[in-house]
């Protein structure tokens, strides 16, 4: 029997498995006996794709059209809403984060601070960058009160007309 699937190789202590990535795919390899001896050959997926800047301007430009149409404060600017679609979408780098504690008027304060992750062309993949877009539109969408692919759109218009 001769059995194709996609998984991810993990490595658990002294061991390594790979897990099929559906339930399709466990459902045939499960029909292999447990214990049975099988023949593997091994091919990796490399996240390879070439990611597009035309993505990451329609990001950016979704920041500035989103800070040009709020008066939130906190989304007020390109940088702001950058930030705030990073910190929702929890692309935070865990190695920056710190406990804060300080006291002002006797009453004291702890706060976290920490630095989000980068979405530069050097420091995340394709794959990882569409999830990442996927997510910061939505973001986006949700703060200004619109359908993603209605936000997406408006924001492409006013590309086009030069206003961002």
């Known amino acids: ?57 329609l990001y950016f430009a979704g920041c500035g059209v989103l800070a040009e149409n709020t008066e939130d404060e906190n989304w007020n600017t390109k940088e702001k809403v950058d930030d705030q679609c990073r910190i929702k979408a929890n692309l935070i780098d865990l190695d920056t984060v710190k406990w804060i504690e300080t006291e002002v008027d006797g009453k004291k304060y702890r706060f976290k601070h920490f630095r989000t992750k980068s979405i530069s062309f050097d420091s995340m993949g394709h794959l990882d960058a569409c999830g990442y877009f996927t997510d910061g539109f939505k973001i986006q969408a949700d703060k200004i009160g619109m359908d993603v692919e209605l936000w997406i759109e408006f924001v492409k218009s006013k590309m086009k007309k030069g206003t961002v």
């Open 1 to 57: 029997m001769k059995i194709d699937f996609t998984g991810y190789k993990i490595n658990m202590q002294s061991q390594v498995i790979v897990v099929p990535e559906n339930q399709t795919d466990i459902d045939t390899l499960n029909k292999i006996p447990s214990g049975d001896k099988v023949y593997v050959t091994v091919h990796t997926i490399p996240d390879k794709k070439e990611r597009v800047l035309e993505q990451l301007d």
